[in-house]
C-alpha cells in the first residue's frame, strides 16, 4: 500500500511539473526563440538542359500493388481523352514508385489508380551515368 501512494506522489509531481513547462511554453516562452526567415539557396539549374546534362545515380523502381476495376475515362486527366473514350469498366494497375537518391533518399511516390504509362513499365529503371 505505501509502495502505491509513492507511486501516485511521483506520478502527481511530474503531471505538475509538465502542467507547469506547457502553462510557461503556451503563455509566452516561445516568444524568446528568434525566428528568421530560412534562406532558401538559389537553384543550381535554370532550365531542362542543365539538369539532363548532369545526370545523378538515382534509380525507380515501379511496383504494381493491385488493380481497380473501373471506367478508365474517369481516371483520365485529359478532357480529349475523356470524349473519346467506351465508357466500358477494365482493369486499371495500381502503381507505386520508389526512388532511391544516394545523397537525399528514398521517396515513395503512390499514383493511386492511375494506368501505367507506356514509357514507364512494372520493371526497374536505372539512368546511365
Request: hydrophobic share 45%.
Amino acid at each position: 500500500m505505501r509502495t502505491l501512494k509513492n507511486i501516485l506522489l511521483s506520478a502527481a509531481i511530474l503531471i505538475v511539473i509538465v502542467a507547469v513547462l506547457a502553462g510557461y511554453l503556451v503563455r509566452g516562452g516561445f516568444r524568446r526563440f528568434d525566428i528568421t526567415p530560412y534562406p532558401v539557396p538559389r537553384p543550381a539549374f535554370t532550365n531542362w538542359n542543365d539538369v539532363l546534362a548532369e545526370p545523378r545515380d538515382i534509380s525507380l523502381t515501379t511496383f504494381q500493388t493491385g488493380v481497380v476495376h473501373m471506367d478508365a475515362c474517369l481516371n483520365s486527366t485529359l478532357q480529349a481523352q475523356a470524349a473519346d473514350c467506351d465508357h466500358v469498366p477494365r482493369d486499371l494497375a495500381v502503381l507505386v514508385h520508389w526512388i532511391h537518391h544516394p545523397r537525399f533518399g528514398d521517396f515513395l511516390i503512390d499514383t493511386a489508380s492511375t494506368t501505367p504509362s507506356r514509357s514507364i513499365r512494372p520493371t526497374a529503371i536505372t539512368p546511365r551515368r
